[in-house]
């Protein structure tokens, strides 16, 4: 056999090769975030309601989506966002604090009571998070630690207590409704279209 013919033929195997590892690693990850990303969450169980023009929050219950800022009807770039149905009934949309520091954990409060609410360390009585109104949100960043933080309503009712163990890269949510609290660690989905 002719070499000059063989070598073409080595020469093409390790960029067939390579060429099928990007495409490998394409699957894996996800799509980028747009540039001027928004991020919504739908954090109730029925199917979601329009949200600054985003037809469809997904069916992965509640996660941030990305959505780029020009193709939604007033969303921020870099903004986050909880749509829900507060104590009334009615659809809430809820912009918590921005996420600045990576290195801490970001602890966020959405009060979806009919009262004000307060996040606080349970032993000590000192607020983690200071008096939040009803449909709005309060957060902090906070260093990685164990603690238990409940969730009290304006007159000292205790609403929900919870034994957490904060880690570096991880947020949380603390849902405050009538009767109860929820306590969501945030995930992303899928990005979405407008």
């Known amino acids: 056999m002719d070499r000059f013919l063989i070598a073409p033929i080595v020469a093409l195997v390790p960029m067939c090769l390579a060429q099928a590892g990007v495409a490998a690693d394409n699957e894996l990850y996800d799509t980028p ?13 029925d199917v979601a309601p329009e949200i600054l023009g985003v ?5 992965e219950g509640d996660v941030f989506h990305p959505v780029s800022a020009a193709l939604s ?3 921020r770039a870099g903004a986050y966002y909880t749509a829900a149905v507060d104590a009334s009934g009615h659809v809430v949309l809820i912009e918590e ?8 954990v970001l602890v966020t409060l959405v009060n979806l009571s009919d009262a004000s ?3 606080v360390l349970t ?3 000192v607020d983690v998070i200071g ?3 009803k449909n709005q949100s309060g957060g902090r960043a906070v260093n990685p ?6 969730v009290v309503a304006g007159q000292g009712d205790v609403l929900g207590t919870f034994d957490v163990q904060l880690r570096r890269g991880q947020n949380v949510t603390f849902v405050a409704r009538p009767e109860q609290v929820e306590l969501i660690e945030n995930r992303f989905g899928s990005n979405l279209e407008g």
């Open 55 to 59: 037809r469809s929050l997904g069916k």
């Open 123 to 125: 032993e000590q009585n």
């Open 33 to 45: 975030p747009p540039d001027d990303a928004a991020f919504i969450r739908w954090i109730e169980d």
């Open 145 to 150: 630690a164990a603690a238990t933080l409940s």
């Open 117 to 119: 609410v307060r996040l």
């Open 97 to 104: 604090p921005a996420r600045s520091d990576k290195s801490k």
């Open 73 to 75: 009807d007033g969303a």
């Open 131 to 133: 008096t939040t109104e």
